[in-house]
DNA sequence: ATTAAATCTTAATCTGGTTCAAGGTCCACC
DNA sequence: GGTGGACCTTGAACCAGATTAAGATTTAAT
């Protein structure tokens, strides 16, 4: 599979030569995934950080109710999984699938580790990326506490022109917090009556 | 001020030598802060990474209509501050001030940039923080999702049971994202009848 | 092509939580 | 020791969004 998004991705915070790309490419594990397909499932320990080379995933929470609730989507370019299950080894509580046909690359735990302590400089680059992505969660915290779903449908829009493509909208309201019943009554004042 | 403490801190997931904790000293820059002190205000680019020595500080976001929301607590051992206005050098959208008498160190963002640059290990140590702190967001973010204010108060009490004495009850009702009079009533119910 | 399943919409009803307004409590400060 | 101010509580009216149930539309499998 083409290494070459991921390796630009790395190239946005850090340089890496030849010998350092041959490394982490031979550790990386590609897969496709069909749309619908499960990467990751409640109660698994997560083996791998996760890299989308294209297509989407998606990784929810079933609460005892049986609701799921989206934690994230993931498209390509993006890194995801279940960090808590990753980092602790404990069983995870979320579940990670492909909301259309995939490309993604496996970074296993034990690899990740081995990476980080040969090249100190992926220290750096997974520091910013979780930087910027607790950037990411605070705003979305505001956002639940301080707008309404309306402002948040606007500004998931906005933000996030080409999910609304691949995403069922019943996973964009679980997204935004909402039931796909009020998402409806919410678009169907946006687009005129 | 005493530095025992930050660099246990440290030490929780890096070793240290003497050198490397004498470089670090020499930046830190220390403050003891009023109860109510702000520390960052909006509008203002965040200059620094605040570590709390001893106190407790809370971070929030004012929205339109002027009520404030709160994204995080930060007691003796945490870091805090707006890594969105310090990483990007923007004006702030989050006010940070003291909610009890505290101690802090700030850490000015060149001297980090430095100091990352200097000791590789510490993009290591803040890489392992922010992992941390994304699993934490990402729990905050589910309750907020899949309870109801009531069980995500019952939680909040339970995980930090050293919160409820410094910090008010209406700002505890702002970081569950209900209104001090509604948190009230739950306490009423919760404590009989 | 046909059917079944999943998704999306509509509308009526209901509820968890807000808003508004008032009163009570606990300080700090002159 | 009284007065002002921040905090907490109470109750009534209200609302954003949930729930329930039904129908309409799209998607996918046979």
């Not at 779903?149 to 829009?157: G, L, P, T």
Request: hydrophobic share 35%.
């Amino acid at each position: 599979m083409d290494t070459s998004g991921i390796f630009a991705q790395f190239e946005r915070h850090i340089a890496l030569d030849e010998k350092e790309k041959l490394s982490i490419r031979s550790v990386l594990i590609s897969a496709r995934l069909r749309q619908g397909e499960f990467v990751e499932t409640v109660g698994k320990v997560t083996a791998n950080f996760i890299y989308v080379n294209s297509g989407c995933l998606m990784t929810y929470y079933t609460d005892a109710d049986g609701s799921d609730h989206v934690i994230q989507f993931a498209m390509a370019g993006w890194w995801t999984g279940d960090l808590h299950s990753f980092t602790k080894e404990e069983p995870s509580i979320y579940s990670t699938r492909a909301l259309a046909d995939s490309e993604v690359f496996y970074l296993p735990k034990a690899d990740m580790e081995m990476l980080l302590q040969k090249f100190p400089k992926l220290e750096r680059y997974f520091r910013i990326l979780f930087q910027n992505s607790i950037v990411s969660h605070q705003y979305r915290l505001i956002q639940n506490l301080s707008a309404t779903a309306d402002q948040r449908y606007e500004n998931f829009s906005k933000r996030y022109p080409s999910l609304e493509q691949y995403v069922p909208l019943k996973y964009i309201a679980s997204y935004l917090g909402i039931t796909p019943e009020f998402l409806s009554k919410i678009r169907r004042k946006r687009s005129g009556h």
